[in-house]
């Protein structure tokens, strides 16, 4: 009796060790960025980037597409929703690599750094919901990807705009 009992309290702290999220540093290259994300619950987290965003905008009245790399901040509520999924699985389920939904806000502001896509306003804000996937790889190695549909918004215009955000970089530090 001793014993089950003791093989079920390791297999329970072994399952919610899976399930915990953990607050991570990251940096990302793609589009030079620096993320934290920090857990406010076993499945939630909040999630903010400082870096640059990049624009794009292809118009019928423009004889060509125009694109910006601008300085951006970003917000995330993320909510995991499969690490028990992935653990049956025996997948990894540490630092957050697992599916989410989230709720997310954008900040881009000034000129662009590279690119001819000037813009009337001196801010952009985009605010959405979005799908995601976080991976975490043995090497520290991180994929991140966000797909959305957001609520976008200057001085002078409002708009409908996807959110498509791939982010390569690495988590700093160790467990």
């Not at 001793?2 to 793609?30: E, H, P, R, V, Y």
């Not at 959110?163 to 690495?170: R, V």
């Amino acid at each position: 009796m001793k014993k089950l009992l003791l093989l079920t309290i390791l297999f329970l702290g072994l399952n919610a060790k899976a399930q915990t999220t953990n607050d991570q540093f990251s940096i990302n290259f793609l589009i030079p960025s620096a993320e934290y994300e920090v857990s406010v619950s076993d499945n939630a987290t909040i999630d903010g980037m400082l870096g640059f965003g990049f624009a794009y905008r292809n118009s019928s009245f423009q004889d060509e597409a125009q694109f910006g790399v601008y300085p951006q901040l970003t917000g995330q509520y993320r909510y995991y929703y499969n690490f028990k999924k992935r653990q049956r699985k025996g997948k990894k389920t540490s630092e957050n690599s697992a599916n989410y939904i989230a709720g997310v806000g954008m900040l881009s502001v000034g000129d662009p750094l590279f690119g001819d896509l000037e813009l009337l306003s001196d801010y952009t804000v985009l605010i959405g919901p979005a799908w995601g996937l976080q991976r975490v790889y043995n090497s520290n190695f991180k994929l991140n990807l966000n797909l959305g549909l957001g609520y976008a918004f200057d001085e002078y215009d409002s708009y409908i705009a996807p959110l498509i955000d791939i982010q390569l970089g690495f988590k700093l530090g160790r467990d």
